[in-house]
């Protein structure tokens, strides 16, 4: 199985500040047949179910602000929040669909300050 | 709009299975895949298998090949995950979730099943 390590586990930021999310894969998850990164990033707040944010590592899926964004290719991949906001409190997750069994990283939870 | 309505939670005793089911709303059902996807309390998401909703092809995780079974009832739009001999390991939300077409992303989920496990 294709392993996904985030760091960190957890930040805090101020409000406005900007945050970035690291996740590493155990293997290589760019496709050779679409020369796409097959990885993609949620956001999940207390209760309620994961919500896609970005797929293709760099993407933004539709109605996403665009103060989020993904970048990386490869091996290592970053979600970036350019200016947190109070409803950014949340944990999040990336994923690859590379393979299956598809695998998420544990999560990073960010608070604000 | 798009929705996913899965069934309402169930309490169950170590060894027996329970099935959840995932109702579909407001898109062709047969032109999407159906992934489930679990969250034991305080862990990571967990992906289980995935269904073609038109062809009916599958595919399970090794870690539940043989204990998970995904159906779908097309004239339904239902896609039904049953796992057995369950474990108090098993307690957790499970989630329906569809795929984004050929993205790959899951970009709608369902509201999830909270399946407790105890004796």
């Known amino acids: 199985d294709i392993v996904m390590t985030q760091s960190p586990d957890s930040l805090a930021g101020s409000l406005g500040e900007k945050a970035t999310i690291n996740c590493k894969s155990s293997h290589n998850v760019l496709h050779n047949s679409n020369n796409k990164n097959h990885l993609a990033w949620y956001q999940q707040k207390p209760g309620q179910p994961p919500k896609l944010l970005i797929y293709w590592a760099s993407t933004r899926e539709s109605g996403v602000p665009d103060r989020f964004s993904g970048s990386g290719s490869g091996t290592d991949f970053t979600l970036t929040i350019s200016s947190l906001q109070a409803e950014d409190v949340a944990v999040y997750y990336c994923?690859?669909?590379?393979?299956?069994?598809?695998?998420f990283g544990q999560g990073t939870k960010v608070e604000i300050k | 709009q798009v929705r996913l309505v899965q069934s309402g939670a169930e309490v169950k005793k170590p060894g027996a299975s329970v099935k959840i089911s995932c109702k579909a709303f407001?898109?062709?059902?047969?032109?999407?895949?159906m992934h489930w996807v679990r969250q034991a309390p305080g862990q990571r998401l967990e992906w289980m298998a995935w269904i073609n909703a038109g062809n009916g092809n599958k595919k399970y995780s090794p870690k539940f090949q043989g204990r998970v079974t995904i159906t779908r009832d097309t004239a339904a739009s239902t896609v039904y995950m049953e796992l057995s001999s369950l474990k108090s390991e098993d307690t957790a939300v499970y989630y329906c979730?569809?795929?984004?077409?050929?993205?790959?992303?899951?970009?709608?989920w369902g509201q999830g099943t909270l399946v407790p496990v105890s004796s």
């Open positions: 407001g898109y062709t059902f047969t032109n999407y895949a």
């Open positions: 979730a569809r795929m984004a077409g050929p993205t790959g992303g899951l970009d709608y």
């Open positions: 994923q690859q669909y590379y393979s299956t069994p598809w695998t």
